[in-house]
C-alpha cells in the first residue's frame, strides 16, 4: 500500500486489541515472522509509522491544529524513552 501513495493511517481497536501506539507501532516496524500470511515479511520506516499514528490520522480527519509539532498547533507531544519500542 505503501509504495502504491496510500496514506497509512493506524489506530487501535481498543478495547478488542492493547491501545498503546507504541505495541501497534512496533509491530509495523518490527513485523513477527507469521508464514501463513502473505507478505509477513513486510514492514515500514519508523518515521512512516510514527506518521500514520499522528500526522495522517488528523490530515484525514481535517484537524489542522494538531498532529505534529508546529507554529499554532496545540502542545500535545510525549517524550519516550529510545527503546519503547523494542517492547
Not at 513485523?31 to 519508523?46: G, R, T, Y
Not at 510514527?50 to 510525549?78: K, M, N
Request: glycine share 6%; proline share 8%.
Amino acid at each position: 500500500l505503501q509504495d502504491s501513495g496510500v496514506s497509512l493511517s493506524f489506530g487501535s481497536d481498543s478495547p478488542v486489541d492493547h491501545p498503546s501506539p507504541f505495541k501497534g507501532m512496533s509491530a509495523a516496524i518490527q513485523p513477527k515472522k507469521m508464514p501463513a500470511l502473505p507478505n509477513w515479511d513486510e514492514s515500514i520506516a519508523f518515521a512512516k509509522a510514527l506518521e500514520a499514528y499522528s500526522v495522517i490520522p488528523q490530515r484525514i480527519c481535517e484537524i489542522t491544529h494538531s498532529g505534529s509539532i508546529a507554529v499554532g498547533h496545540t502542545a500535545d507531544f510525549t517524550i519516550v524513552k529510545r527503546d519503547q519500542l523494542l517492547r
